[in-house]
Nanobody
Framework: QVQLVESGGGLVEPGDSLSLSCAAS????????MGWYRQAPGKQRELVAS???????DYADSVKGRFTISRDNAKNTVALQMNTLKPEDTAIYYC?????????WGPGTQVSVSS
């Protein structure tokens, strides 16, 4: 059993930066991968970024070059640095941890980008 808690969401203007953090209640080396999904109103949940146990990262095309995912193994956290935010980045962002095909989700944190 693991618990994930996200932090760092908020309201920002277009072009601003925001950093999200996901804290896990156990050693993140236990997971095959961790990352972030997001869900905007009226849309399906989509994968934003992931990082596997070896440190390999993957990004949605819409965020490549703007978002960076990283992990801190000592603190059992995964971070998402979001730069040059756009209104279309507005969504609830969910942290996840995966062991094989089993996913655990955090409660989500709201990110709103608006002028």
């Amino acid at each position: 059993q693991v618990q994930l808690v996200e932090s760092g969401g908020g309201l920002v203007e277009p072009g601003d930066s925001l950093s999200l953090s996901c804290a896990a209640s156990r050693n993140i080396f236990d997971f095959n991968a961790m990352g972030w999904y997001r869900q905007a109103p009226g849309k399906q949940r989509e994968l934003v970024a992931s990082i596997n146990v070896g440190g390999k990262t993957d990004y949605a095309d819409s965020v490549k070059g703007r978002f960076t995912i990283s992990r801190d193994n000592a603190k059992n956290t995964v971070a998402l640095q979001m730069n040059t935010l756009k209104p279309e980045d507005t969504a609830i962002y969910y942290c996840y941890a995966r062991i094989l095909q089993s996913y655990t989700w955090g409660p989500g944190t709201q990110v709103s980008v608006s002028s």
